[in-house]
T-cell receptor, first 115, second 113 residues
């Protein structure tokens, strides 16, 4: 079975450039989560969707960050303009929402480096 | 805001030793999950505990959920180098949370041969 698929795996770009991260959740999962992971701050929830609708974006650090989920099989996280402090590993996860005991299935992440 | 505090943050031990990782909160969770993450990969679920006082075993790993459902522990017996990784606990509040989890900061475990 295909898991959560993220692309690209690695992205290196110069500050000021637009960065778009992509995620394909597991088919049938109705919740999708975007996280950022750094050594200093651990795993931070940025935004999550349920049935393609954004539920809580309070973790999005600044207006430079935006996320969309145009359909059940695709989501993007965009940073414009990017800054060096955005360098981190960004994870997408999906789950079957309900009851709170469903596991989240993570992709392998996008390692982002902003020079 | 619900917070989960994990301790210790770092653990470096020799093969064959036992260890315990703790996950504590002042909030009640409907369930608690433990994940393990290896370098270059996303976290992978190890176990979910749901009932207060519940104990689950996964080979050499023993997971316990506190009676009040505010804390949990992970005990590894006779650690092996293959146990090396980042261990994360995550709490769920249930209800209309849409599957949202609150993650602890993680415990980096290194098991030396």
């Amino acid at each position: 079975d295909a898991g959560v698929i993220q692309s690209p795996r690695h992205e290196v770009t110069e500050m000021g450039q637009e960065v778009t991260l992509r995620c394909k959740p597991i088919s049938g999962h109705n919740s999708l989560f975007w996280y950022r992971q750094t050594m200093m701050r651990g795993l931070e929830l940025l935004i999550y969707f349920n049935n393609n609708v954004p539920i809580d974006d309070s973790g999005m650090p600044e207006d430079r960050f935006s996320a969309k989920m145009p359909n059940a099989s695709f989501s993007t996280l965009k940073i414009q303009p990017s800054e060096p402090r955005d360098s981190a590993v960004y994870f997408c996860a999906s789950s079957l929402a309900g009851g709170g005991s469903q596991p989240q299935h993570f992709g392998d992440g996008t390692r982002l480096s902003i020079l | 805001t619900q917070l989960l505090e994990q301790s210790p943050q770092f653990l470096s031990i020799q093969e064959g030793e036992n260890l315990t990782v703790y996950c504590n909160s002042s909030s009640v969770f409907s369930s608690l999950q433990w994940y393990r993450q290896e370098p270059g990969e996303g976290p992978v679920l190890l176990v979910t505990v749901v009932t207060g006082g519940e104990v689950k075993k996964l080979k050499r790993l023993t997971f316990q959920f506190g009676d009040a459902r505010k804390d949990s522990s992970l005990h590894i017996t006779a650690a092996q180098p293959g146990d090396t990784g980042l261990y994360l606990c995550a709490g769920a509040v249930g209800g209309t949370s849409y599957g949202k989890l609150t993650f602890g900061q993680g415990t980096i475990l290194t098991v030396h041969p």
